[in-house]
């Protein structure tokens, strides 16, 4: 290929993102909608093939949608095509298994019909990749991968792979917990928990009811999400040597443990889907951004996977820079601008710092046998149910209803 070939291929966007999974994906919808004052040129690259249910974006796995994320992604026209694929959670009941410490949170205490929504990444995927494809703001480069980062006075330059260019004015990382546009920061921050996550789809015996259950065990969390389809998601905390084993089991050997795990509050548990195992590790950069790029969603933070935070802290983060970007366009500015960059840092750091906070406590109080542990987390838990405000504080921050 000749120079002026190679020439003829560089683009110039506004804004690239780098992933296009649900954080990237919506950051290019909530960009460019109808609402937009001004159209921006988008570019989103993803290094792997979009194949929904294989893709590590969009595989089997599901996600419980907060108050505050719905309510977020009906502000920006998105909700309706998510929500024949949602399942309600009502009632919320955390438990710690083998002792007498409970809570639960309602809907109706908080004036809500649902304390919010679980949906398969899959069907999510779908339906934001088809609205993509219709947004002709955004070119979408799939499959292709980032080969080079250049930070520029004016812009950042982007090589990609077939000897392509693109230059943009800001570059957004949303490339997960392992993040190309990260390592431009530098300075992650990584705790291992020395577990892992098994994941799976488990059929119910009896109706779900809207229910979701966040039990305590000696390895750590154990939680049973309501699906579509009369199914559990499960997220089960477990040292690797267990998760190996479970994964592999055989259905009915996998279903009798799990049964032995959580009893059977939840009924019976009659069939199980693929399953998937992730070593649980926290990640994050305190630093968000660097000359012209930024990090936001799992490229941000990678949290423990306990109270279902990780996603909806990400939708935060997208919620806040496409506000920022709109109020900078609005008044002609330079969407790279150091000062958007310090803004979204001083926008997000507060909230990322205590849900981070949250999560790893209590993955690290509940996952051990100690007394010193189980005696204040057991008051802790009882404390809360009887005392309305103390239980409001972990409401206010799982509904995620301050989006700023």
Known sequence: MSQAQIQDQHQHFDIA??????AGASLALALSNDSAEQPLRIAVIEAAELNFGQHPGFDGRAIALSAGSEQWLRQQGLWQYLAPHTCAIEHIHVSDRGHCGYTTLNAQEYQLDALGQVIELEH????FHTLLSQRQQVQLFCPNKVNKIEQQAEQVQLELDKQQT????????????????????????LHDFGKFALIANVQAEQDLAGRAFERFTEDG?????PMTDNRWSVVWS???????????????????????AFGYRAGRF????????YPLALRYYPRLFSHRLLVLGNAA???HPIAGQGFNLGLRDVAALAELIQQQLSCGGDLGAHSL???????????????ISMTSTLASLFASNDKTSVVPRNLGLMAMQLSPSFKSLLAKQSLGLYLS
Do not use: C, W
């Not at 999510?124 to 339906?127: L, M, S, T």
């Not at 009659?270 to 195992?277: L, N, Q």
């Open 301 to 303: 933070h990678a949290l």
């Open 341 to 355: 960059l310090d803004a979204y840092q001083q926008r997000r750091e507060q909230d990322n710092a205590r849900t």
């Open 166 to 189: 693109i230059s943009a004015s800001l570059l957004v990382g949303a490339d997960g917990a392992e993040s190309l546009v990260g390592k431009q920061i530098g300075n992650q921050q």
């Open 124 to 127: 999510a995927g779908r339906e």
């Open 17 to 22: 993102i780098v992933g296009a999974g649900m």
């Open 221 to 225: 969390p154990l939680a049973l999400l």
């Open 270 to 277: 009659i069939g199980v889907g693929k399953r998937f195992a």
């Open 238 to 260: 477990l040292n690797a040597e267990d998760a190996q084993r479970l994964q592999a089991a055989s259905e009915n050997e996998f279903l009798a443990e799990l049964q032995r």
